[in-house]
């Protein structure tokens, strides 16, 4: 009892401790990095040094990427947003033709990203073009693949892709082997192996089947119906041919999209020299969206499905599980509030409830939010109006640092945001939204915006994929939950007995897969946001040093180093930890610090 009372008296619950200034205090839209080539252009460098002579430092910029495809296409879109994101210049095209009369005058580009539905394959100059570039030391990336008949009948096409045979123009496979060592989050096959198993299967399983040539690398394959089949003549999905210092990257199927599109371009990117480094977030988060629920609400629906009302179902039946996952993994929790889901009806939110929470929370270091849904009519402005009276009554010094707008606009989203209960918000958590390659960025010009990954109660093969693509662009990731839905259930699958296993079983797996990356609140998560934002780097190396200087940001500064030659000996200036083989997660403490490398082993890489 006494322990108690003192935590008590030492902490002050009432207080939201993620609450530092307003927006306007932290870094803006305005310090955000904008590769050159969105602004005024400049003739970029075609590759990073690999090594330097003697003690000489060389510190290059990333080299410039070259999208060939629809200009107002998903392709180009990804790969600005990746190129945004390792602070590459990007310029986009819709031929070979046009790109090649533009950039006559200007450097070579690191990489060409190409959909192959703008190549003229039926002219030979084409396909000339880019063996071309392969010679003069540019990686070619192709989202997609000419169609199979093209492919049987231009031999050249087949000796740029690494491609021996058509084997079937089409096949079905019966599951998905991603290999480790090339998305973080190490291997994992994508099939259902039992009967119960068969829900989650919703990956593409119908492409060609192709057999490849010698000088290949396969990073991804699918799984025959046929186990008679041996494992080295499965079909292919993702992989490189190698063409001395550039490699072509061919992906069968339609994997180059969206989110994971982001995470296919970083680790292919990683493929191409004996060393990477990017810049990351470093942050894992669940983001539980309107609990804790404080008010007596829908309790005849609660009775019938739970025998108990929302207090005794947040409390005994929720709590403990996620209070459970807390202790077992390095990951962040910030709760969004609903004081009142229902401002229709008259059960009125318990101050001492929410005080409870503000304490438990306090206690295990997470943050309290507030959430923007309900379950009536109610105007949003209204509905905010009320959610401030009864803060004030309950905790008068209390302001929010995040605020959940679930499927909001942005017109509504801001207008919410003017309202006095929001005056201390810096960041909007969103809904997650499987066409939104946006994960995060600014909403205005001082609050960010971040988006769930991937909704927390559901699983399936493509959201893993997906999870795994985010974590390893960004080394981020929110597993969203929105309580809402448990309570005021439509039917028994909405219920937390349904939705939690599913639940838990997400938050262990991506848990345990990314442990190396921090847990992070939301408001966490928008300070490491806009540090990653603003921040720029330049790098080089000579023997077994890798040379980090930073700019743009004060703060720490994370980034994700990858090497299949050596490993990390030390990092002077800040620290690292390996968050699986060949892959590193770094701390920058200083704006500049030195990687210093193991000696070379003796592998042999191709």
């Not at 209070?323 to 009806?345: E, F, K, V």
Request: hydrophobic share 35%; net charge negative; aromatic share 12%.
């Amino acid at each position: 009892m006494f322990i108690n009372e003192l935590k008590d008296w030492s902490n002050d619950y009432e207080v939201n401790a993620f609450v530092t200034g307003t927006a306007e205090n932290y870094p803006s839209k305005v310090s955000m990095y904008i590769p050159d080539s969105q602004k005024d252009g400049r003739e970029s460098v075609q590759k990073k040094a690999e090594t330097g002579a003697g003690d000489e430092m060389s510190y290059v910029s990333r080299g410039r990427v070259v999208c060939i495809g629809d200009p107002k296409g998903e392709l180009l879109e990804a790969a600005e947003k990746w190129a945004l994101y390792t602070k590459r210049d990007i310029d986009g095209y819709d031929s070979l033709t046009s790109y090649d009369k533009a950039e006559q005058d200007m450097g070579l580009p690191e990489m060409l990203v190409i959909d192959s539905e703008y190549i003229d394959w039926d002219q030979r100059e084409e396909a000339e073009f880019l063996t071309e570039c392969v010679t003069q030391g540019i990686h070619l990336i192709f989202a997609t693949l000419p169609e199979p008949s093209v492919i049987k009948r231009n031999a050249q096409i087949r000796e740029l892709l690494g491609i021996r045979e058509v084997e079937q123009d089409e096949t079905t496979a019966a599951g998905i082997h991603l290999y480790s060592g090339f998305l973080l989050g190490g291997e994992m096959v994508y099939k259902a192996e039992e009967e119960e198993d068969q829900k989650y299967q919703d990956m593409e399983l119908t492409f060609p089947w192709y057999s490849l040539a010698s000088g290949t690398k396969v990073y991804m394959k699918g799984i025959p119906e046929n186990e008679e089949v041996e494992k080295e003549d499965y079909p292919v999905l993702i992989w490189r041919k190698s063409f001395g210092s550039a490699y072509v990257f061919a992906v069968n199927g339609g994997y180059m999209q969206g989110i994971p599109a982001l995470g296919l371009l970083s680790a292919m990117s990683s493929e191409m020299y004996p060393y990477e480094i990017y810049p990351v977030i470093n942050a894992q988060n669940i983001v539980l969206a309107g609990y804790p629920g404080v008010a007596d609400e829908n309790r005849a629906e609660l009775e019938k499905y739970y025998g108990r009302s929302i207090k005794y179902l947040f409390q005994e039946n929720i709590w403990p599980s996620i209070d459970t996952t807390l202790q077992d993994h390095l990951i962040g929790l910030t709760c969004m509030a609903a004081p009142q889901y229902d401002y229709s009806d008259q059960k009125f939110p318990d101050p001492e409830q929410l005080r409870y929470y503000m304490k438990v929370l306090h206690e295990r270091s997470a943050e309290l939010g507030l959430y923007g849904r309900n379950m009536s009519d109610t105007p949003m402005d209204e509905k905010l109006s009320e959610d401030q009276k009864f803060i004030k009554e309950t905790a008068d010094d209390y302001q929010f640092a995040s605020f959940y707008a679930g499927d909001m606009d942005e017109a509504q989203t801001e207008a919410a945001l003017g309202e006095d209960v929001l005056s201390s918000v810096r960041t909007v958590v969103r809904d997650y939204d499987e066409e939104d390659i946006e994960l995060i960025g600014y909403m205005t010009d001082h609050i960010t915006e971040q988006r769930a990954v991937v909704n927390g109660p559901e699983y399936s093969y493509s959201k893993d994929f997906r999870m795994r693509s985010a974590a390893t662009a960004l080394g981020y990731y929110t597993l969203c939950c929105d309580m809402g839905r448990i309570a005021y259930p439509e039917d028994a699958k909405d219920t937390w007995d349904e939705l939690a296993t599913e639940f838990v079983k997400n938050v262990d797996a991506y848990a345990q897969a990314f442990q190396g990356f921090a847990g992070a609140t939301a408001a966490q998560c928008d300070v490491k946001i806009r540090s990653f934002l603003a921040l720029d780097y330049t790098e080089s190396r000579t023997e077994n040093e890798v040379r980090l200087r930073i700019s743009g940001t004060e703060g720490p500064a994370w980034f994700v180093f990858r090497t299949y030659t050596s490993g990390i000996e030390e990092v002077e200036g800040g620290d690292f930890q390996e968050l699986e083989d060949g892959a590193y997660l770094i701390e920058a403490k200083r704006n500049d610090l030195t990687i210093l490398l193991k000696p070379v082993d003796e592998r042999f890489y191709y």
